[in-house]
């Protein structure tokens, strides 16, 4: 458990103007983005014990960031 945010631009570091570009031009991968953010900022807090969880629920956000991370991969490819 690494407790280190994974925001989108540290995780495609080469995409940070596609990105943003989709941001503001694509109300879907805008959706996406920001639930992207949303799940990997509780993510955080539950690594850093801000928010108390149990090891399931925990999994389950992991998963969510990385079905979110999959498909903005697909926007960005």
């Given at each position: 458990?690494?407790?280190v945010p994974h925001e989108l631009a540290e995780e495609f570091p080469e995409?940070?103007?596609q990105i943003h570009s989709l941001t503001q031009s694509d109300a879907h991968?805008?959706?996406l983005a920001e639930e992207y953010h949303s799940v990997n900022r509780e993510i955080?807090?539950?690594e850093t014990n801000v928010?108390?969880?149990d090891e399931g629920y925990e999994k389950q956000l992991r998963?969510?960031?990385l079905?979110?991370?999959d498909q903005i991969t697909t926007?960005?490819?």
């Open positions: 458990m690494s407790h995409s940070t103007d991968f805008a959706k955080h807090r539950v928010t108390p969880a998963r969510q960031r079905s979110l991370k926007y960005l490819g």
